[in-house]
């Protein structure tokens, strides 16, 4: 193999592990800097991937294989699909007040059992054969057509995912809501001092309930990435971890945004380095698996100089009192 | 005096004495309601599907039985695997009573199971002192890497869920190459079977002309319960954890040593995850599947709080979750309903425990409005 193919692969293999983080990270942020507990993740990416991939299911006998509305077909499905899932979330942690911990397992094993179950339900209906898997291949790559002739930085604008681009724009268009926008500053006023929004007129609870939803969708996304791109295909093997990594990269970002995307892309980066390099000198899978455990080592490493500071949202956790205080 | 019905009930549910009990109560017969209607709906007999969890898990005679088996088979394997979901929920609640979440569980679970396997499991000890050693050598694996993450947050604030799934994710792949490259079994493609003496289960053991398993782990669980409530009840240090999980800067301000709270619990917390992997993997199982995190680990969360975090009522909450998970698979095996009927049935008495308070709640006002609260 090649020097110049390692370094092409290593960026173009990093954003497709780390932009999926990087989305259902911004959701996480969106949910605790509202003041909610966001353990669900794993679930809401699994739930949403689910629904993506059902409505490509759906959607190719009407569409064709090959048709490029399906990437944005899978994508509104995942997006709603979440959405809607999370509003359990918002339910049980809003409305009746439950531990917010014991909710985010709710959905997670919900989730679990949910999609799978229903996916051979759908399967069988559909091909009248027992599996618990949606084939739907992966998205077409692109490459972008200046930007990718670039030397070294040249290799993270080739071979690109659509979601790649798709996500980026909605990582700067969620930065711009947390921050600069009146909703962002209630939203986060939701997750420091709830009491406060609520003497300055806001409703809490209607606030919180939107940081859910708008965490739903990102998660959605988010899954449907990881199942439409790397894994091609939905099953229960969704479920491997993905979103309790985005919570750990989320707290690592101090439930910041920009932090939280550098997070995602050192992990993305060391991740596929670490797998190119294995290829490279052509070891075999079993020391493969000793090298992948550098970017969780250096993570460590790296939090024991970067967590000095680090302080969650004040009300994190908390359920809404109004007569409280 | 007239007390109607509905009333005697609403008072129950909310009241000071009783509601401890009646809400979970409560709780489990909505759940049993709801997974009912969702096996009616699903064209199943429901009351022949909760018959057969019960049966899968030994805990009701089957109407048949294969040679040598017989309800005590059943029952004994059941006992097997509670042992670490109670171990493992106990770990999830003392370190919760310090405000840490431990969601190494996992992580933790299969480092000490790994670690006995490849120490004790092959070596030719006698099972006199194979079987204390994996003991000893499960709780110190375990603790020491509660203990770490404790450390962490104590000289670096590093938040415990982080690092947690950081050593997950390296204990999996570790401990992953090292039964791939030295000690993996060719046909079954995961850890060779540790020793029969090593083992935590003394297997095939003949009672009245049935076979069954008996499970050590069991033992090893009860005597936590009691163990984690005296050091919660009765130490100085027990006293400071609960401190400081209420409030950290209260507990700083009264003189309670708050990073070595953070440790203790943490390596308490660790020691009995420890304790659940090797009665998990060197117990009910005797091999290890390598780059699989137990999800054990991560079910014994919703067990703790299911159990409201309190070790009496984990032992309760662990009881039923597991009746469902063993269960699951008979209950399929019988009905023809799938097997993830069982999550959904866990999941639905989680999603009530979740709305205990707000049941609670609502109890206390109905019985305001008619003013005889």
Redesign the interface.
């Known amino acids: 193999m090649d020097v110049m193919d390692v370094m092409d692969a290593i960026p173009a293999d990093g954003l497709s592990f780390a932009m999926p983080l990087l989305i259902m990270a911004i959701g996480g942020i969106y949910c605790e800097r509202g003041g909610v507990l966001m353990l669900a993740l794993e679930g809401l990416q699994g739930f949403g991937a689910f629904t993506g991939a059902l409505s490509v299911v759906l959607c190719l006998p009407l569409l064709g294989a090959g048709s490029p509305c399906l990437v944005y077909i899978a994508m509104a499905g995942a997006m709603i699909g979440g959405m809607s899932f999370s509003l359990l979330h918002a339910l ?1 942690c809003v409305r ?4 917010q ?3 985010g ?2 959905i ?3 989730a ?3 999609t ?2 229903l996916t ?1 339900v759908v399967n069988e209906a559909l091909t009248s054969q027992v599996s618990n898997r949606f084939q739907i291949g992966a998205s077409e790559r692109f490459t972008l057509p200046i930007l990718s002739r670039i030397p070294i930085f040249g290799g993270f604008f080739r071979n690109m995912y659509p979601f790649e681009l798709v996500i980026l724009a909605v990582a700067f268009v969620s930065w711009h809501v947390l921050y600069k926008t009146r909703f962002g500053l209630r939203l986060r006023a939701c997750g420091e001092n709830p009491h406060s929004l609520d003497a300055a007129g806001g409703n809490v609870g209607r606030t919180r309930v939107i940081a859910i939803m708008i965490c739903g969708a990102l998660a959605g996304l988010g899954g449907i990435f990881v199942a439409y791109s790397v894994s091609a295909n939905f099953s229960p093997s969704i479920y491997m ?1 993905y979103g ?2 985005a ?2 990269a989320m ?2 970002g101090n439930w910041k945004i920009s932090p939280t995307f550098a997070v995602c892309m050192f992990f993305g980066l060391t991740k596929s380095a670490g797998y190119q390099i294995c290829l490279w000198l052509g070891m075999t899978s ?2 493969t ?2 090298l ?2 550098i970017p ?2 250096v ?2 490493v790296l ?2 100089f970067f ?4 302080q ?1 949202p004040r009300a994190l956790g908390d359920p809404f009192d109004k007569g409280k205080r | 005096m007239r007390t109607g019905i509905s009333e005697t009930l609403l008072r129950w549910l909310c009241g000071d004495r009783t509601s401890s009990a009646a809400v979970p109560i409560c709780v489990a017969l909505l759940s049993t309601l709801v997974s009912s209607a969702a096996l009616l709906a699903l064209g199943h007999d429901p009351v022949t599907a909760m018959a057969a969890f019960l049966r899968g898990s030994g805990l009701m005679p089957k109407p048949s039985y294969a040679g040598g088996q017989s309800m005590l088979t059943d029952f004994m394997s059941y006992l097997g695997i509670l042992a670490p979901m109670m171990l493992a929920s106990l770990s999830v609640i003392f370190c919760l009573k310090a405000g840490m ?1 431990n ?1 190494g569980v996992s992580g933790q679970m299969l480092a000490a199971g790994f670690l006995a396997t490849a120490l004790v499991g092959y070596a030719k000890l006698p099972s006199g002192a194979a079987r204390p050693l994996v003991v000893l050598i499960g709780a110190a694996v375990g603790g020491l890497m509660g203990a770490a993450v404790g450390y ?1 947050k104590y000289l ?4 415990e ?3 947690c ?3 997950n ?2 204990t999996s ?2 401990t ?2 090292f039964i ?2 030295r000690y993996v079994d060719v046909i079954t493609r995961s850890s060779r079977a540790c020793s029969a003496s090593s083992r935590l289960t003394i297997a095939g053991v003949r009672m009245g002309g049935v076979r069954a398993a008996i499970p050590l782990g069991i033992l090893i669980a009860i005597t936590a319960v009691f163990v984690v409530r005296f050091l919660m009840e009765r130490t100085t240090a027990g006293f400071g954890i609960k401190i400081v999980g209420l409030n950290r800067d209260a507990a700083r301000y009264a003189g309670v040593p708050v990073g070595r709270s953070y440790v203790f619990a943490m390596s308490i917390g660790g020691a009995l995850a420890g304790l659940a992997g090797v009665t998990y993997y060197l117990g009910y199982y005797n091999s290890i599947v390598p ?1 699989a ?1 137990p999800s054990l680990g ?1 079910d014994a ?2 067990v703790a ?2 159990g409201n975090l309190s070790p009496p009522a984990a032992v309760f909450s662990s009881m039923l979750v597991t009746i469902f998970q063993k269960g699951g698979v008979y209950m399929s095996s019988v009905t023809g309903a ?1 097997r ?5 049935v ?2 639905l008495l ?2 009530f ?3 205990g ?2 049941i609670r709640e609502r109890a206390r006002s109905a019985l305001g409005k008619r003013g005889g609260g």
């Open positions: 049980l009746f007040k439950a531990q911990v014991i909710s397992m709710v997670n094993t919900l679990m059992a949910l799978t179950f051979s971890g309790y990594m919570i750990a707290i690592f079993n020391y698996d000793l992948l455990v969780y080592v993570t460590l939090l024991v967590s000095k500071r680090n969650p | 979440f969601i962490l670096f604030n590093i938040h869920v982080v690092s799934i950081m050593i994710h390296i792949y570790v992953g190459f791939d490259t780059k995190l991560y969360i919703a709080l299911l799938p993830e009927i069982a999550s959904v866990i999941a989680l999603l425990s979740a709305c308070a707000y």
